[in-house]
């Protein structure tokens, strides 16, 4: 089945640890980013990739890095855990606005991070 | 820059009521505009886009919102409310520039159906 998967679907850390927060999408997307989701404050972005090789900071990337190397994976990683980190975590993919037009983004199901 | 603003974090309407939630945006460059549903411990779903082509568009689910660039709004409608519509819609803005590839989110409107 196409879609966005994303692994794990819920994760506990204590302060300091480091995880990787899988993404993988089977649709040849180009573009894929990684959004962060809290009570009343709605999607925000914290990282964005364009294409195998290509990745770029969104509205809030600190602590948190990214790397793009094959088109279908787009993993997440929390370098040191923090409190501030307790979030759900999502991916999304999509093609090309350019070639499509409108950037209608594809959701993955999400992942429940809490850390103590 | 761009931003979203969606006015009510809570609507409550009965069931076959109108469902009206609504959302303006900010933007310097005429803008996509998106409607994302969210149920519950779900991810999000595309309901609707307004693309520069008609400013009437209908989604999926009976859904339907126009834009409006006078009031710089982009409300969403439905004519009936059914209990399956409970959830957390989205609304979300992104240029035509090479920001397009990025999209801002308002902050939610979580939907209420009573019976």
């Known amino acids: 089945n196409a879609g966005v998967t994303q692994t794990p679907k819920f994760q506990v850390l204590k302060t300091g640890q480091s995880m990787t927060l899988q993404c993988a999408q089977n649709?040849?997307?180009?573009?894929m980013s990684w959004y962060r989701q809290d009570p009343g404050m709605g999607l925000r972005l914290i990282h964005y990739?364009?294409?195998?090789?290509?990745?770029d900071q969104g509205e809030v990337p600190n602590g948190y890095n990214v790397s793009r190397s094959t088109t279908e994976d787009f993993p997440l990683r929390l370098l040191s855990a923090a409190p501030s980190q307790t979030s759900v975590y999502f991916c999304?993919?999509?093609?090309?606005?350019?070639?499509?037009?409108?950037?209608?983004?594809?959701f993955g199901p999400g992942t429940r991070l809490t850390v103590l | 820059a761009q931003s979203v603003t969606q006015l009510g974090s809570h609507v409550s309407v009965s069931e076959g009521a109108l469902v009206l939630l609504r959302c303006n945006y900010s933007?310097?460059?005429?803008?996509?505009l998106f409607w994302y549903v969210q149920y519950p411990n779900q991810g999000l779903q595309l309901l609707l886009k307004?693309?520069?082509?008609?400013?009437l568009v209908k989604g999926i689910n009976g859904f339907e919102a126009e834009f409006k660039k006078s009031e710089t709004s982009f409300h969403l409608t439905k004519p009936s409310a059914h209990m399956s519509d409970a959830a957390e819609y989205f609304c979300?803005?992104?240029?035509?520039?090479?920001?397009?590839?990025?999209?801002?989110f308002g902050s939610g409107t979580r939907l209420l159906v009573r019976p």
């Open positions: 999304a993919s999509s093609y090309s606005p350019r070639t499509s037009g409108g950037n209608t983004q594809y």
């Open positions: 649709m040849n997307h180009e573009y």
């Open positions: 990739s364009v294409g195998a090789g290509i990745t």
């Open positions: 933007s310097s460059v005429p803008p996509y």
């Open positions: 307004y693309t520069s082509a008609a400013t």
């Open positions: 979300a803005v992104s240029g035509l520039m090479d920001s397009s590839y990025k999209l801002i």
